[in-house]
């Protein structure tokens, strides 16, 4: 099922999305000091590309920069690419075929603002909450 969504999503709105990303990351590496959002929005733009079966974890190991980065990056890009989530995710809404694409594209919004410290997993993973490893129960 993930991937007939992700298939979906890919022609309807995850090129565009992409491209939005590909873009502010091109901008970032142009600008050279700014390289490290350049990195998070490629990473972005892929996980824009394929999002279903995948989920964003916060790594808590993220220290005082991360939290510097994601300040400037709120501002210079980050509430940008938050409304053209927020838009895509209403216009899919819209239909009852498109409202898992539309919530799909507001659990991007909380990266798209704040992509530093972030880390892209498969639900498929053994990664839990906060980036912190599963014990999974040896049966």
Do not use: E
Not at 71 to 96: E, Y
């Amino acid at each position: 099922m993930k991937t007939i969504l992700n298939v979906i999503w890919l022609l309807l709105c995850g090129v565009w999305m992409a491209i939005g990303y590909a873009v502010a990351g091109i901008i970032c590496f142009i600008l050279i000091i700014t390289i490290p959002f350049g990195i998070a929005s490629f990473r972005m733009a892929n996980y824009a590309l394929w999002p279903f079966g995948r989920t964003v974890v916060r790594k808590p190991t993220a220290g005082a920069m991360s939290l510097i980065g994601n300040i400037i990056w709120l501002v210079v890009a980050g509430i940008w690419l938050a409304i053209g989530h927020i838009v895509t995710g209403l216009a899919m809404c819209l239909t009852i075929i498109g409202i898992p694409l539309g919530i799909a594209s507001f659990k991007m919004v909380p990266v798209s603002l704040l992509p530093l410290g972030a880390q892209i997993v498969s639900t498929d993973s053994d990664v839990g909450a906060g980036g912190v490893p599963v014990q999974r129960p040896a049966y």
